[in-house]
T-cell receptor, first 113, second 117 residues
Framework: DADVTQTPRNRITKTGKRIMLECSQTKGHDRMYWYRQDPGLGLRLIYYSFDVKDINKGEISDGYSVSRQAQAKFSLSLESAIPNQTALYFC????????????FGQGTRLTVV | AQKVTQAQTEISVVEKEDVTLDCVYETRDTTYYLFWYKQPPSGELVFLIRRNSFDEQNEISGRYSWNFQKSTSSFNFTITASQVVDSAVYFCALIPYSGAGSYQLTFGKGTKLSVIP
């Protein structure tokens, strides 16, 4: 099984709909992240959480919300999806400290029509 | 604020050629960590290497090597004798360490490497 699992892997939704992307990890790490990847823009941080009670906005949090249901689970919601939120979304986890690598899920390709 | 620049958007090489992917970073912190990740066509991101700002030793791992130069704020990645399986998008990333504890990864925009058989 993958260390970080994202569901769904692909999703097409309509403008204005609420959608939730889910992430679970088996690494036992406290830190979890949501990134968005757009062609030519690299990965940009949406939200991050350093433990169950800690949620922080990243670079591009507008239009998104998150929930940390447990150490292993971190979900991302789009309250009212819009077409420019069409992107590849990645969940990641890491151990504490700045010198630890992040482990990424396989990504969720979201299309908003 | 920190920044990572990967000036090469796309590179194509013929199999067995050597190729260097450039990475230039900016940070005000004296302590920081640099990373390279690989994103193959299947989409997942795979960690390749980590380097801290106090360790300027170059590193070699098989056909991969990394050249870290603080004087030019660069952390370049060279693939020797490239293979088709090296075709991927490669990301350079930075975590500055100011002691505040946020430790956020800042990614470059990536370089897409295509190795042609």
């Amino acid at each position: 099984d993958a260390d970080v699992t994202q569901t769904p892997r692909n999703r097409i939704t309509k403008t204005g709909k609420r959608i939730m992307l889910e992430c679970s990890q088996t690494k036992g790490h406290d830190r979890m992240y949501w990134y968005r990847q757009d062609p030519g823009l690299g990965l940009r941080l949406i939200y991050y959480s350093f433990d169950v009670k800690d949620i922080n906005k990243g670079e591009i949090s507008d239009g998104y919300s998150v929930s940390r249901q447990a150490q292993a689970k971190f979900s991302l919601s789009l309250e009212s999806a819009i077409p420019n939120q069409t992107a590849l979304y990645f969940c990641a986890t890491s151990a504490p400290g700045p010198n630890t690598e992040a482990f990424f899920g396989q990504g969720t390709r979201l299309t908003v029509v | 604020a920190q920044k990572v620049t990967q000036a090469q958007t796309e590179i194509s090489v013929v199999e067995k050629e050597d190729v260097t992917l450039d990475c230039v970073y900016e940070t005000r912190d004296t302590t920081y960590y640099l990373f390279w990740y690989k994103q193959p066509p299947s989409g997942e991101l795979v960690f390749l290497i980590r380097r801290n700002s106090f360790d300027e030793q170059n590193e070699i791992s098989g056909r991969y090597s990394w050249n870290f130069q603080k004087s030019t704020s660069s952390f370049n990645f060279t693939i020797t004798a490239s293979q088709v399986v090296d075709s991927a998008v490669y990301f350079c990333a930075l975590i500055p360490y100011s002691g505040a504890g946020s430790y956020q990864l800042t990614f470059g925009k990536g370089t897409k490497l295509s190795v042609i058989p």
